[in-house]
């Protein structure tokens, strides 16, 4: 049984960090090739669920949204069983429930930022800017 839990939410003002973490348990594709995928995606009132950062650590491969490059930064623990989200120069348009997700095995791991994407996903954490 998957399970991913976030953590790190919270309000802040307008250019101020938070980071957030994903802590995932029974997740054992981490051992197979590292052929898997991770990912934090964000949803705010009224609005469809955006993928905002990526990261394929067999693959070395990263993606983010361009709302977020250069501000956010994704990546995992050594022991890989945590995921993290920096989040700096934060925006009232970032104020929204932030999700983690997880892959399956994949063949050939390709970080992407398209839900369909992810088969596990996490309650979220909710992140509030404020101007």
């Known amino acids: 049984q998957v399970q991913l839990v976030e953590s790190g939410g919270g309000s802040v003002q307008t250019g101020g960090s938070l980071r957030l973490s994903c802590a995932a348990s029974g997740y054992t594709y981490r051992y197979i090739y590292g052929n898997y995928c991770m990912a934090w995606f964000r949803q705010a009132p009224g609005k469809e669920r955006e993928g905002v950062a990526a990261v394929c650590p067999g693959a070395y491969s990263t993606a983010y949204a361009d709302s977020v490059k250069g501000r956010f930064t994704i990546s995992q623990d050594s022991a890989q069983n945590t995921l993290y989200l920096q989040m700096n120069s934060l925006k009232p348009e970032d104020t929204a429930m932030y999700y983690c997700?997880?892959?399956?095995?994949?063949?050939?791991?390709?970080?992407?930022?398209?839900?369909?994407?992810?088969?596990?996903w996490g309650q979220g954490t909710q992140v509030t800017v404020s101007s």
């Open positions: 997700a997880a892959t399956t095995w994949l063949p050939r791991p390709r970080a992407q930022l398209g839900p369909e994407t992810y088969k596990y």
